[in-house]
């Protein structure tokens, strides 16, 4: 088992910034981010893997960052807008992050209880 714990959410203007930040009781393989906006299905943001690489989903590319400190997964968000409000997810997995083309949340075994963004206009 492993518990992750999401920290950072919070209330931003647009085109403001906030830094998430993941953290684990283990070291899993392979971490990601994922959020669920209001009404919405929850989609993938990006992951980071313990050898430092990292993944993007491509409405994100240019202004998420994500990076992976051992069992500390962050996401630095800037540029944000409306549509990024939700709630964000941690998740892990014991294994390498599948590739963006299989990337999927019942890949991830294990979850966060999430923490919200919300961007005003």
């Known amino acids: 088992q492993v518990q992750l714990v999401e920290s950072g959410g919070g209330s931003v203007q647009t085109g403001g910034s906030l830094r998430l930040s993941c953290e684990t009781t283990?070291?899993?393989?392979?971490m990601a981010w994922f959020r669920q906006g209001p009404g919405t299905e929850r989609e993938w943001v990006g992951t980071?893997?313990?050898?430092?690489k990292t993944q993007y989903a491509e409405f994100v590319k240019g202004r998420f960052t994500v990076s992976r400190d051992n069992r500390k997964l962050h996401l630095q968000m800037s540029s944000l807008k409306p549509e990024d409000t939700g709630m964000y997810f941690c998740?892990?997995?014991?294994?390498?992050?599948?590739?963006?083309?299989?990337?999927?949340?019942?890949?991830?075994?294990?979850w966060g209880q999430g923490t919200q963004v919300t961007v005003s206009s």
């Open positions: 998740a892990a997995r014991f294994a390498p992050c599948p590739n963006i083309r299989s990337m999927a949340s019942s890949a991830f075994a294990f």
């Open positions: 980071g893997e313990e050898d430092g």
């Open positions: 283990r070291d899993p393989y392979c």
